[in-house]
Nanobody, 128 residues
């Protein structure tokens, strides 16, 4: 059974930085394609950033591109999302997800329907 646990959320001010972590247990972490999603109240879930299973290739949604970095440490079974220059519109619950597929080491997956495992989410609130 794969379990994902997010941490690192909180209340910050606009312009601050934050690093979210997603710790995985169960399964083989190095085989997982992974992604960060977020959902704000009253809005649809949004793909934020995705990373290939070998941690080399990355993808970012337009809303965070240029101010966020996703990374994956296969030795620590942990994925990260570092966000800089935070804005009030970044306020949301952030979820990490893992996909157990075999598309190759460099493939990226960012559609929610392709993900098998989800964390419980961590709240990020950015005040203006």
């Amino acid at each position: 059974q794969v379990q994902l646990v997010e941490s690192g959320g909180g209340l910050v001010q606009a312009g601050d930085s934050l690093r979210l972590s997603c710790a995985a247990s169960g399964g083989t972490f190095s085989n997982f394609y992974m992604c960060w999603f977020r959902q704000a109240p009253g809005k649809e879930r949004e793909s934020v950033a995705a990373i290939s299973r070998n941690g080399v290739n990355t993808w970012y949604g337009d809303s965070v591109k240029g101010r966020s970095t996703i990374s994956k440490d296969n030795a620590k079974n942990t994925m990260y999302l570092e966000m800089n220059s935070l804005k009030p519109e970044d306020t949301a619950v952030y979820y990490c997800a893992a996909a157990q597929r075999d598309y190759g080491d460099y493939y990226l997956v960012w559609r929610a329907d392709d993900y098998d495992y989800w964390g419980q989410g961590t709240q990020v609130t950015v005040s203006s």
